[in-house]
């Protein structure tokens, strides 16, 4: 019996790649993770906007030409490094539990803008798609589960930013977009860069899916276990016009290009294809557009007084104690606010402060039903009559049958109560409980909450002393719907009047104020947020803050403000920014799962 040996074949066994360190399965999640951090940093109390377009660059990069499973969590990765320190005051008061309930779930919705992000990220124009995606998001998000959940909107993270022109153009979806778009653009643009630096250095033909044109429609990878998550080097398949070709891979992972080192192809010498310039025109486009919108947009920015002026004075009473525990100290935060208001009638009259055409409680400033209690309905009377001018009060209205209402009274010197305003989009688990019985095996302060209070129907406008006062009572400042309705019946000025002592020092009062900046760019009014313990804020129309307070402190603010009534674009068009941004990422996904199918079909055949 005689042995040969088979002489290995040196130039084959260079052409192995080398496995892939174990490291790398972690950078993609580890980006993921960064960039949702990103976002979160890029929000209020920090005026750092401009991270958010860092952020969707690395997302973009994350994402791009991923699985859809991979998509989905490394969405999910990002949303939780989003939301989790951006959420984190949901449970200053009742413990860690309900802070990670909500940000695990709101972070679902990231992972589908994941899934769909990915999914896109496959096409020509991808960078205009995936926006789209995102926005598509931030819109189901805003209306389920129990009416939505806004708080997070990329727009919001906007108010000290160079886009936020664009919120008058087409309110909070159109923003985003613009911040999303220009991220995803920058990362396009470097890639498309770095492809032809490769191309310069190295002569010889260049595929399309190198280069973004459509080619590169990535349906799995060779990476291992990692590669099912995204984690794995790239490698696998690769679909090109239609058909299923092998992916080539350098032993560094990067895509193998052919060709050889004199640029002639291995055929015959045929001289290598020039990369098609598409690609670099979308991502140039998807930087420059969102640019050139917002300086566009500047002339919508106006803070002329149209209908004159008014004075308003805003109350913030301050609370007893931070805590959940503020609410058993009630008859002392209405003392607190009437005594705030008597001082502000003694400044007055004494010349140490103007003369106010009306005044502002915050929320909850009367958690004591003034229509069933004699005595707190005659210390608030006492207060609106030293000032002498119409008052609007935040109470809490406790009929003896049916739920609880979150109420704004205006209330008048002469006439006392005339006009309310029930809170129409009441906080779930906060102001009701939904599955109470569910949610009580989980967390037994949900029993704080012992009757839940029911939403309003009807668009609060009042008019004090012939100027027009929209009311957006506290977290309804999240919602789109619930601060336009007042501009289109007729507000002049807007007012947010809320109660923030739950969350103590956190960070939410600042996030929230900078959603009230929003809107007043958006809609073109000037905004006044009472707040029982700060930080109250009156806000002129192009969203710069002329005055503030301090937190849990008393102060009243006395301001002279625009009075405005012309419509910006985004008050007049509503939801249909909003519809035609998910209308592109309905196409996007939909052109994506066409080229997938057929490329199946090809393949089998």
């Known amino acids: 019996m005689s042995a040969t040996i088979t002489p290995v074949d040196a130039s084959a066994a260079d052409t192995v790649p080398a496995p892939a360190p174990r490291w790398r399965r972690f950078v993609r999640p580890g980006a993921a993770l960064l960039s949702g951090l990103l976002l979160y940093l890029s929000f209020p109390p920090r005026p750092l906007w401009w991270l958010a377009l860092p952020a969707f660059a690395l997302l973009g990069w994350s994402l791009r030409g991923r699985r859809l499973r991979a998509g989905f969590g490394l969405g999910y990765l990002a949303g939780l490094g989003f939301l989790l320190p951006l959420l984190v005051w949901t449970g200053e008061e009742v413990g860690p539990g309900p802070w990670l309930a909500l940000a695990a779930v709101e972070a679902l919705f990231v992972a589908l803008a994941g899934l769909g992000i990915a999914a896109v990220s496959r096409l020509p124009w991808w960078p205009f798609f995936a926006a789209g995606v995102w926005i598509l998001s931030e819109a189901v998000r805003a209306r389920v589960p129990f009416g939505g959940f806004p708080w997070g909107k990329i727009a919001f993270g906007q108010a000290d930013g160079m886009f936020l022109p664009l919120a008058a153009v087409g309110g909070t979806p159109v923003l985003g977009f613009a911040v999303a778009l220009c991220g995803f653009g920058l990362y396009e643009a470097y890639r498309q860069i770095q492809t032809r630096r490769a191309a ?78 598409g690609p670099l025109v979308a991502a140039a486009l998807a930087v420059l557009v969102p640019v050139a919108g917002a300086l566009a947009a500047l002339p919508l920015v106006d803070d002329s007084a149209e209908d004159g002026t008014a004075t308003v004075a805003a109350v913030q009473g301050n609370v007893p104690r931070l805590g959940l525990d503020f609410n058993s100290q009630r008859r002392a935060v209405l003392d607190n606010h009437v005594a705030r208001t008597r001082e502000l009638a003694e400044d007055v009259k004494a010349g140490r402060a103007p003369q106010p055409d009306f005044v502002l409680w915050p929320e909850n400033s009367s958690d004591i039903d003034p229509y069933a209690n004699a005595d707190a309905a005659d210390v608030i009377d006492g207060a609106v009559r030293a000032i002498g001018v119409p008052t609007v009060i935040g109470a809490v209205i406790a009929p003896e049958t049916g739920k609880l209402r979150n109420t704004l009274i205006e209330w008048d010197p002469d006439r006392g109560p005339v006009a309310t305003y029930d809170k129409r989009h009441v906080q779930p688990f906060g102001e009701y409980i939904p599955m109470r019985s569910l949610v009580r095996v989980f967390n037994s ?64 009062t600042y ?50 403000v625009p009075l405005r009534s012309s419509l910006t674009p985004a008050t007049r068009m509503g939801t249909l920014p909003e519809a035609l941004l998910v209308a592109l990422a309905a196409a996007g996904l939909g052109w994506s799962a066409f080229r997938s199918v057929r490329a199946r079909r090809t393949a089998a055949e």
């Open 511 to 560: 996030q929230q104020l900078a959603m009230s900046r929003v809107r007043a760019v958006e809609h073109s009014r000037a905004v006044v947020v009472p707040v029982t313990s700060g930080v109250s804020a009156v806000i002129r129309p192009d969203g710069e803050i002329v005055a503030e307070t301090k937190m849990f402190t008393p102060d009243v603010l006395v301001e002279k």
């Open 445 to 508: 302060n949900v029993d704080r909450v012992s009757r839940d209070f029911g939403a309003g129907t009807k668009v609060g406008v009042f008019d004090l002393a012939g100027t027009k006062v929209g009311l957006a009572t506290c977290y309804e400042a999240a919602f789109d719907w619930a601060v336009r309705d007042t501009v289109t019946h007729g507000a002049q000025l807007i007012s947010v009047p809320s109660n923030n002592a739950t969350f103590g020092r956190s960070e939410m």
């Open 200 to 277: 310069g250095a190295e002569t010889g033909t260049v595929r399309d899916e190198d280069t973004g044109t459509g080619g590169d429609t990535r349906t799995g990878t060779g990476g291992g276990a990692g590669s099912e998550v995204g984690m794995g080097a790239e490698g696998g398949t690769d679909t090109e016009a239609g058909g299923v070709v092998p992916a080539r891979t350098s032993a560094t992972g990067t895509p193998a290009r052919t060709g050889t080192a004199n640029g002639s192809e291995a055929a015959g010498g045929a001289r290598p294809r020039a990369l098609p310039r």
